[in-house]
């Protein structure tokens, strides 16, 4: 690693916290494989932690350590995940058809939807670790399996997907931007299955929270007016879009 990218990545770490392969490969105009490589050498010297997708400063410790090493999930961002995944299964009805995207998110819905007799088709292999006996029925697309992103991915992904009609689709995202009207995802291979959902879904939700707002990613794979609501937890808080406007209404 050379030492110019090397200092830039400590820098940022110390200022982030946390990197992700393809932020910091787009920053840099690097392969993400360069980076991944960068990134397992810092881990092998002891200057951070390897987490899904990136890495951490060094003993910075969220609840994706303590998820990994079995312990309690103490810190604010589980909550939020949980919290975001119960308003959202709140919307949820018996004999309903639901996409569900990938991201970590997701892996806390089956949860608050484990007696609800539905249908979830989804390439998310996080939501199907450690699955407790559930009502829903659960149809794992084919694909190439992404281990960065615990998805499959790729043409079997999609031809999957054109068999269904979903009443809901559940997507999410790695930021957002109100001033540009857009949604970005971290990797041109998530793109697709986002956006052949969003088309073939009858109501379509995005989830995130709310450090993704007005932060880019590495591809626009959809219009903020594209979704019927926009759940965002800060509390309890959920964000509605009607028309141009956007509004906010809290939970109370």
């Known amino acids: 690693m050379g030492l110019e990218r090397k200092n830039y990545i400590l820098?940022?770490?110390d200022l982030k916290k946390i990197l992700k392969i393809n932020e910091v490969a787009q920053v840099l105009k690097a392969s993400p494989s360069t980076i991944r490589r960068d990134f397992e050498e810092l881990a092998n010297e002891g200057l951070a932690d390897k987490i899904r997708?990136?890495?951490?400063?060094?003993?910075?410790?969220?609840?994706?350590?303590?998820?990994?090493k079995g312990q309690s999930p103490k810190d604010s961002t589980a909550e939020i995940k949980r919290r975001l995944c119960h308003m959202v299964a709140q919307e949820i009805q018996d004999g309903q058809c639901v996409f569900v995207d990938g991201g970590t998110t997701?892996?806390?819905l089956m949860e608050f939807v484990q007696e609800k007799k539905i249908k979830i088709i989804t390439h998310n292999t996080l939501l199907i670790e450690k699955l407790p006996p559930v009502?829903?029925?659960?149809?794992?697309?084919?694909?190439?399996?992404?281990?960065?992103?615990?998805?499959?991915?790729?043409?079997?992904?999609?031809e999957d997907m054109k068999r269904f009609q979903f009443d809901?689709?559940?997507?999410?995202?790695?930021?957002?931007?109100?001033?540009?009207?857009?949604?970005?995802?971290?990797?041109?291979?998530?793109?697709?299955?986002?956006?052949l959902a969003i088309e073939r879904a009858a109501t379509r939700f995005l989830i995130l929270d709310e450090?993704?707002?007005?932060?880019?990613?590495?591809?626009?794979?959809?219009?903020?007016?594209?979704?019927?609501?926009?759940?965002?937890?800060?509390?309890?808080?959920?964000?509605r879009i009607h028309a141009d406007v956007v509004e906010f209404k809290g939970n109370d």
């Open 53 to 68: 997708g990136g890495i951490a400063k060094k003993n910075y410790e969220t609840d994706v350590f303590r998820l990994e």
């Open 11 to 13: 820098s940022e770490l």
């Open 106 to 108: 997701f892996a806390y």
């Open 135 to 158: 009502k829903p029925e659960i149809i794992l697309l084919g694909g190439n399996f992404s281990q960065e992103f615990c998805v499959n991915t790729g043409q079997i992904t999609l």
């Open 211 to 239: 450090t993704k707002i007005n932060k880019r990613g590495f591809m626009k794979f959809a219009t903020l007016d594209q979704f019927d609501k926009i759940f965002i937890d800060n509390g309890t808080q959920i964000k």
């Open 168 to 195: 809901y689709a559940l997507i999410g995202c790695e930021g957002m931007s109100l001033e540009e009207n857009a949604t970005y995802a971290a990797d041109i291979h998530i793109v697709a299955p986002k956006q």
